[in-house]
């Protein structure tokens, strides 16, 4: 079997020095540097012919971290690696998966392309924002889901208090109730109208949240507008607590701040996108654990399937 080597850029570096601990194996040494344009370099500082390379890195903005994986991938493939595997905890532009208004491009599209054609032969990746962009790729893919790390921490939080977990808009139904049927609770929608990118309002909840304790859970939280304003909403009609989780705390602009300022007990986030800025009421749970024991099983040849159990 060939030799397994875990490399990070520069976007996942503290996830994947978790990871290799976790896998016992020591980072690769990889030598990556901007000339004085922007213009990424990278070079790997030792042989990796014949081996089975993993290479580890979020995709969020900026764009750098996209074009960073690119030309690892390239340099990995150049090098004479046997196999490449992208390791994307948390895989950027998956929100533009098709064409919703006219004139607009499907950019996870694009981006499967990208990987495929720098040299990539396998991605991993979690909880992806839309799931059929598995389905823009010709080349074996692997989805974790984080339910596996923030189910049992949910538990943790909530205490023995009963509880409804809550969709934020109708596009997150389907990982709501996923998390819905495994915590055994009642599954609340809200109905939200979106103005235009990053803007969004509540039209309706659908669910009675009087005297509830909530659970708002989604796969990614940008703005945090669409967090605060269902928090906000489950509170005007009658919800006791609310509290939240997520995957990928993206936490852009002045979002902390609106969490902060907002009903909301605590919000249990993974470390696929490491934090801008910490707050009280923002927790982190990291998912080193199951992206070690997945690069594990593939570079064994073995299933992935047991990955997806999840303690009771």
């Not at 397994?4 to 570096?13: M, P, T, V």
């Not at 054609?117 to 979690?126: E, F, H, I």
């Not at 995957?247 to 605590?266: D, F, M, Q, Y």
């Given at each position: 079997?060939?030799?397994?080597?875990?490399?990070?850029?520069?976007?996942?570096?503290?996830?994947?020095?978790?990871?290799?601990?976790?896998?016992?194996?020591?980072?690769?040494?990889?030598?990556?540097?901007?000339?004085?344009?922007?213009?990424?370099?990278?070079?790997?500082?030792?042989?990796?012919?014949?081996?089975?390379?993993?290479?580890?890195?979020?995709?969020?903005?900026?764009?750098?971290?996209?074009?960073?994986?690119?030309?690892?991938?390239?340099?990995?493939?150049r090098a004479s690696a046997r196999r490449i595997?992208?390791?994307?905890?948390?895989?950027?532009?998956?929100?533009?998966?098709?064409k919703d208004q006219p004139r607009v491009p499907i950019t996870s599209k694009l981006v499967a392309n990208l990987i495929t054609?720098?040299?990539?032969?396998?991605?991993?990746?979690?909880d992806l924002h839309a799931p059929q962009i598995q389905g823009f790729f010709d080349i074996p893919f692997d989805h974790l889901y984080s339910a596996v790390v923030l189910v049992p921490a949910i538990r943790e939080m909530v205490g023995e208090e009963e509880f409804a977990v809550v969709s934020p808009d109708i596009g997150g139904v389907k990982f709501a109730r996923g998390y819905a049927k495994r915590l055994h609770a009642e599954l609340?929608?809200?109905?939200?109208?979106?103005?235009?990118?990053?803007?969004?309002?509540?039209?309706?909840?659908v669910g009675d949240v009087k005297g509830k304790t909530i659970v708002i859970v989604d796969d990614i939280i940008d703005t945090a507008g669409t967090f605060v304003n269902a928090a906000n909403a489950l509170i005007d009609r009658g919800a006791k607590k609310v509290f939240g989780a997520c995957?990928?705390?993206?936490?852009?602009?002045?979002?902390?701040?609106?969490?902060?300022?907002?009903?909301?007990?605590?919000i249990l986030v993974t470390d696929t996108v490491p934090l801008r800025k910490g707050s009280p009421k923002i927790e982190v749970r990291s998912v080193a654990k199951i992206f070690a024991e997945a690069i594990k099983r593939i570079h064994c040849n073995e299933s992935l399937s047991v990955l997806f159990e999840i303690e009771n």
């Open positions: 079997m060939s030799q397994l080597k875990i490399f990070s850029g520069r976007s996942s570096k503290e996830l994947a020095e978790k990871i290799a601990d976790e896998i016992g194996e020591p980072l690769g040494n990889c030598e990556i540097r901007n000339f004085s344009d922007g213009e990424i370099w990278v070079k790997y500082l030792e042989n990796i012919r014949g081996n089975d390379v993993f290479i580890i890195q979020s995709t969020f903005p900026p764009s750098d971290n996209l074009m960073e994986l690119l030309i690892m991938i390239d340099a990995a493939k595997t992208a390791v994307i905890p948390y895989f950027g532009y998956a929100r533009q998966d098709r054609v720098a040299g990539a032969d396998r991605v991993l990746t979690m609340i929608l809200i109905d939200k109208r979106r103005s235009r990118a990053n803007e969004s309002e509540v039209v309706n909840v995957t990928h705390p993206i936490l852009s602009g002045n979002a902390v701040e609106r969490i902060e300022n907002a009903p909301v007990e605590k």
